[in-house]
């Protein structure tokens, strides 16, 4: 009877091709079935790999059909066969489909083997000016106005930071929920289109950000966004701080108000640390 095949959980990258891992490729090139959330953007990844999609079983593997296609997985890991699970873009599983099939892999004794990667998550946070070492991740925002608005009323409340994805459709909608929830003046990290061509970073109050892209004839790209903790002038790190600010195209005078405002330090010592801040860069 032959051994079982591996299912290899694959990051992709989330927008610059050349973000995608040695170990990926070489996983992509030798394993014949790959599961895909869109079978033509997966193509068009194979290729930008020197990987003929032709040489590939792909298989559409969504919200839709994760669950009857599961069982065509097994059989074939159960067979002898290794699989890779890719998504459209970043790590597969985080809000993306795939859970019914590590469960049924688990149950079944298959070996799962995670070639990391390439993350919106992590992007984000490893460029957020906000103490992240303790967050909460909840994946997208809900959808329906009822449970969204409850939703982001308990996320304001929270002691820690909270991560969330959020699209461009709805990203107006979710700033204006929670300026109505009292909550304008909260400070807010957006990060959208991460290592894509127009790659923005935004740190500013909610109500600011409405402002921001209302004033935009069109809103486009995915978003990640890092909604401060309640007290977030409390846990603000103030030399992640002064780095972001440091590399961003703003006053040093503007810069230095807006440090001393979010950390509680003087105006001076703000203005202080990121003028000495930017000489060091230099």
């Given amino acids: ?27 992509l090139n030798k394993t014949d079935f790959i599961a895909c959330e869109d079978t033509r953007r997966a193509s068009k990844l194979l290729r930008l790999l020197s990987i003929d999609p032709k040489s590939k079983s792909l298989h559409s593997f969504n919200a839709l059909n994760e669950n009857e296609l599961t069982a065509k997985i097994i059989a074939s890991l159960t067979s002898g066969q290794d699989v890779a699970l890719i998504s459209d873009a970043g790590t597969p599983v985080l809000s993306d489909p795939g859970l019914p099939l590590l469960r049924a892999a688990i149950d079944r004794g298959v070996v799962v083997v995670p070639v990391p990667g390439p993350s919106a998550l ?6 957020c000016p906000l103490p992240m070492h303790d967050f909460r991740f909840i994946g997208f925002i809900d959808r329906k106005r009822k449970q969204k608005k409850a939703l982001i009323s308990e996320l304001l409340q929270q002691s ?16 204006r929920l929670m300026s109505e929830l009292g909550a304008g003046g909260r400070m807010l990290f957006v990060a959208r289109e991460l290592t894509k061509l127009h790659e923005e970073k935004c740190f500013d109050s909610v109500d600011s950000l409405i402002a921001n892209f209302e004033a935009r004839e069109r809103i486009l790209g995915e978003f990640v966004l890092v909604i401060a903790p309640s007290e977030e002038s409390k846990r603000i790190d103030v030399d992640h701080l002064v780095e972001f600010l440091s590399k961003e195209r703003i006053p040093t005078s503007s810069s230095a108000r807006l440090l001393a405002k979010l950390s509680g330090i003087t105006r001076q010592e703000a203005y202080r640390r990121l003028t000495s801040s930017a000489q060091q860069d230099d």
């Fill in 1 to 27: 009877m032959s051994s079982q095949g591996t299912l290899f959980v694959v990051a992709t990258p989330i927008g610059n091709v050349g973000d995608i891992t040695e170990r990926a490729r070489a996983v």
């Fill in 122 to 127: 992590t992007a984000c946070l490893s460029v």
């Fill in 160 to 175: 820690i930071p909270v991560v969330c994805f959020e699209s461009p459709n709805r990203l107006l909608d979710s700033l």
